[in-house]
């Protein structure tokens, strides 16, 4: 049982490595035809290609950080994991992080550190961000707490998005993000039922989002957010004709907004578990990348959550390794996942 959860943890860094990668050239360009994604996945999968690397983004560079300090603290600790997001955007700013985050990294610099969650409560007018950045990297989360109780899972992975996003939808995409991972690691292989998949989200996101005596909402704004958007993705599977992209990027959305990217990244991994019309995918992984980058828009962090997702469901055995080693620091990615993993494995025998 170790040992296939260890291919489920490399199955998920490297899944969200490679959407981000493979995602990052369409990311905000106009979207990309059937024929043109068709060629560029066959030109990848060809053994022969010699091709620089694909670079990874600040999706990618962020969910290291959060590996790292998992790795190196035995658990959550907000100064560490803020200090390593902080020293790594400086040491490589220019990974394509969204245009206010930026921001937080230089308060917590300028005030050392003295509150690491206070920054991010003042963006956008103390109102917090609802980017999608808290959800981009919360699948080690997932990982590191695969065994522990869903409080633990959903309070870490919203402390850890609180340290940018202070919205309320902001954090709670991270949750949603980091309990399709923990479900998607937990479901036995070959047995996705995608409706119960996306039933047992709706079940533990009507938790999440009931309101607390600390939520701020405006008045006359819709407290289910997740709730009604998982809903939306439900009848998406359910309709009988096909559903085209506009009607993807209409009802789900394809932006930087939390809430309008991770349930298009549930719905992308759902959707490309049976074969999608103009995809020329056989692999099940691969046509979940494909589909998530064919909705455009945030191409890199929505096909990276799916990605991550996909990869903690299949496995890396079920990734092709021919696409892999398109990605920048795979090694790294491979590495982290099987650290995590023995961290966890040791929690679990010293326990
Ligand atoms: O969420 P964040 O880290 O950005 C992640 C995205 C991913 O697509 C990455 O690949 C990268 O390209 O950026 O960064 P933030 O700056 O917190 O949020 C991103 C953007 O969301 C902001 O620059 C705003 O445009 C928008 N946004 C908001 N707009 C209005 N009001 C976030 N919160 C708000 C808001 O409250
Ligand atoms: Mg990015
Ligand atoms: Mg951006
Ligand atoms: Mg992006």
Known sequence: AVEVMAGRFRGCLVGGLMGDCLGAPFEGEP???????NTYFKRLNDPNLKVPYKPYTDDTAMMRCVALSLIEEKGYVAQDMAKRFVKEFFAEPKRGYGSNVVDVFAVLRATKFRDVYSPA??????????????AMRVAPIALFCHASTEQELVDTAKDMALLTHANRLGYNGAVLQCLAVHEALHTP??????VIFIENLIKKMKKVEQLTKDDIIDEGEEPFVYVKKLEKVLELLERKESIDRDQVEDELGVNISAHESVPTAIYSFVRASYPIPNIEAENEFQRTLHYAISLGGDTDTIASMAGSIA????????????LQRHCEALSEAVEQADQLNSTCVKDRTTA
């Open 31 to 37: 979207r990309a035809s059937p024929t043109m994604l």
């Open 121 to 134: 409560a003042m963006q956008f007018n103390g109102r917090g961000s609802y980017g999608n950045g808290g």
């Open 189 to 194: 292989k070959n047995d996705l039922n995608c």
């Open 311 to 322: 990869g903690a469901y299949y496995g890396m055995e079920k990734i092709p390794e021919n």
